[in-house]
């Protein structure tokens, strides 16, 4: 079956410092990959996402992620944390052939001390 | 152009009680989602429209949950009755096509039983 598994449940990171946040999936083909973040009191906005090609994508807000097919991960990293990107982020698995279902890991609280 | 809108954004209810949850996606999305999001989890896909048809709700407890999405438009969720589990945020999402993964959500309902 297909899961998402992100180990670290909070994460605090000082401003300006460099972020990575884990993300290993497990899924029997080549997944559709996403990264969402939500802040407090609000929906799921898509940082970014991979579906086949380069394997380090781009994303707004200045994210990055790397698909690793023989670690099964997808890592979200930031060279710079801002206040601003304390927020909850999730890890999302596309299921291919259930139309667009996306199965989310259980989130990484990011705090961002001064 | 206007995202996914959501009502209302909170909702306070004592068991038992029913309640309604209303989603207007975006204009031109064929595709609906309900996903579920409790306490310290990421979401959980509830159920899925194409146009006007249910055609994933393999996770919707049919015996209190209903939904349904009148002229392939809006779309409402609905509880009856509500128990004290059921306190989590319901978050409604839509896409133009089945395909195109990493959708727009809204900003949710809140839901909270007592």
């Known amino acids: 079956a297909q899961s998402v598994t992100q180990p670290d449940i909070h994460i605090t990171v000082s401003e300006g410092a460099s972020l990575e946040l884990r993300c290993n999936y497990s899924?029997?083909?080549?997944?559709?990959l996403f990264w969402y973040v939500q802040s407090p009191g609000q929906g799921l906005q898509l940082l970014l996402k991979?579906?086949?090609?380069?394997?380090l994508v781009q994303g707004i807000k200045g994210f990055e992620a790397e698909f690793k097919r023989s670690q099964s991960s997808f890592n979200l990293r930031k060279p710079s944390v801002h206040w601003s990107d304390a927020a909850e982020y999730f890890c999302?698995?596309?299921?291919?052939?259930?139309?667009?279902?996306?199965?989310f890991g259980q989130g990484t609280e990011l705090s961002v001390k001064p | 152009e206007a995202g996914v809108v959501q009502s209302p954004r909170y909702k306070i209810i004592e068991k038992k009680q029913p309640v309604a949850f209303w989603c207007n996606p975006i204009?031109?999305?064929?595709?609906l989602y309900w996903y579920r999001q409790n306490l310290g989890q990421g979401p959980e896909l509830l159920i899925r429209?194409?146009?006007?048809?249910?055609?994933?709700d393999s996770q919707l407890p049919k015996d209190r949950f209903s939904a349904e999405r009148l002229k392939g438009v809006d779309s409402t969720l609905k509880i009856q009755p509500a128990e004290l589990g059921d306190s989590a945020v319901y978050l409604c999402?839509?896409?133009?096509?089945?395909?195109?993964?990493?959708?727009?959500f809204g900003s949710g309902t809140r839901l909270t039983v007592v």
């Open positions: 999402a839509s896409s133009l096509t089945r395909v195109d993964y990493g959708y727009t």
């Open positions: 899924y029997g083909a080549t997944p559709y």
């Open positions: 991979y579906f086949s090609g380069d394997t």
């Open positions: 999302a698995v596309g299921v291919y052939n259930q139309g667009g279902k996306l199965i």
């Open positions: 204009s031109g999305h064929n595709t």
């Open positions: 429209y194409e146009n006007e048809e249910a055609v994933d």
